[in-house]
């Protein structure tokens, strides 16, 4: 079956600028989960979605960013007037329950970069 | 200092060799996942356990609740292993998706 899908794959943009990031779970899967990668560091967690609703999100570094999952599959990550810091690769990850039982997939990440 | 601390940070093993990779971390937790990462990035989840043993073909992850430690093992290593190993530990009492890394253990089998 499909795993989770990002798109896109890459993204370019230039300081001060909106972006949307795109996060498709696998199929009823209920939690979804939005970590942030940069070069040669482990990644961090930035939000976690139990159906609809945000049950975590205290990694997300400042109101710039913000992220939706309205009806309960399909998630957007937002960043509005990025900055060059925001470049890093966008990892989304989706799990049956939670996650202290279950599994998480991962999608192949959106690479960002902001010049 | 980091709540998850892995070791070491790169590892060069010659094919059929038997490899080793530490986890420690500060924190109670509630459950450790590896993970691992190719080049272009795909994460893939090995194993997630909260005690004792689990074995995955050549793949063993143990962990030890009371010393805060996980290890990794990989048997006859073959140079498609080479990637990023990761482990990651749910914060006990933290919500369930708040999942801490750490920074990976690159490792590269030569044939």
């Known amino acids: 079956g499909a795993g989770v899908s990002q798109t896109p794959s890459n993204k370019v943009t230039e300081k001060g600028k909106y972006v949307e990031l795109r996060c498709d779970p696998i199929s009823g899967h209920t939690a979804l989960y939005w970590y942030r990668q940069s070069l040669g560091q482990g990644p961090e967690f930035l939000i976690y979605?139990?159906?609809?609703?945000?049950?975590?999100d205290s990694g997300l570094p400042n109101d710039r960013f913000f992220a939706v999952r309205p009806e309960g599959s399909v998630s957007t990550l937002k960043i509005q007037r990025t900055e060059r810091g925001d470049s890093a690769v966008y990892l989304c990850?989706?799990?049956?329950?939670?996650?202290?039982?279950?599994?998480?997939?991962f999608g192949p990440g959106t690479r960002l970069t902001v010049l | 200092k980091n709540e998850v601390e892995q070791s070491p940070q790169n590892l060069t093993a010659q094919e059929g060799e038997f490899i080793t990779i530490n986890c420690s971390y500060s924190?109670?937790?509630?459950?450790l996942h590896w993970l691992q990462q190719h080049p272009g990035g795909g994460i893939v989840s090995l194993f997630m356990?909260?005690?004792g043993k689990k074995k995955h073909g050549r793949l063993i992850a143990t962990i030890n609740i009371q010393e805060k430690h996980s290890s990794l093992h990989i048997t006859a290593s073959h140079p498609r292993d080479s990637a990023v190993y990761i482990c990651?530990?749910?914060?006990?009492?933290?919500?369930?998706?708040?999942?801490?890394f750490g920074k990976g253990t690159k490792l590269s089998v030569k044939p």
């Open positions: 356990l909260s005690s």
């Open positions: 979605f139990q159906g609809t609703g945000a049950a975590d």
């Open positions: 924190v109670g937790i509630s459950a």
């Open positions: 990651a530990v749910l914060n006990y009492g933290g919500s369930q998706g708040n999942l801490i």
């Open positions: 990850a989706s799990s049956i329950g939670l996650a202290a039982y279950n599994e998480q997939f």
